[in-house]
């Protein structure tokens, strides 16, 4: 094999790496709480990293995933279910749901949270709400069974909920995932096209992309 062919591939990646570096957006994390089911845990990370989610926090109560990313790399489970995603998408693993939203919080994240209506919330269906209000946002994703805790609900500024229109009325995890977040990363992407920096100022003079060329060069 010559030096060429070698080279070829990190070349490739290093030319895909530039020309989406402008459609990630930013400090926005998607988060999965209490996930049972390692393949859906691989389709969320494959989801975020496709639609450009910077980042995937885990809560994981029950030790079943390695605690450091670099390990979560090498783990052949998570790296074919995600279809490699895993080594393209930073993620973190939390202990609990309190540390994960201590954390959030923190760093100065706000939380939107999927679930059904809750009383005393502010509630939305997913095409209602504006997702570009918050500089640094974390979308929840609750347990396969039991939805999201009380304690992310609490802790969040909204519920947001997929309208259905079926006699069964809910989505797994990965498909209600990948959804949620193609409405969320395209209203941000507009945004962060538009704009410099959060509160709408600053407005550029010559827009960002919002969609990848073709392979034909075309837009």
Known sequence: ???????????????????IKEFRCKNLIAVIEDPVNIGNIG???????????EKVYIVDPLNALPGDWQDMRESRSISKTSASSIKWTFVKRFESTEACVEHLETQGFISVVTSPHVKGKTNAYLHEGDYTEYAKLAVWFGNENRGITDLAIERSEMCIAIPMFGMIESMNLGTSSGIVLYEITKQRRAYQSAYLRSGRRGKRSEPLPTEMPREDGSA
């Open 1 to 19: 094999m010559s030096t060429d062919d070698i080279k070829k591939p990190r070349a490739s990646i290093r030319k895909r790496s530039n020309a």
């Open 43 to 53: 389709t969320v990370i494959r989801n975020a990293n496709a639609l450009g989610v």
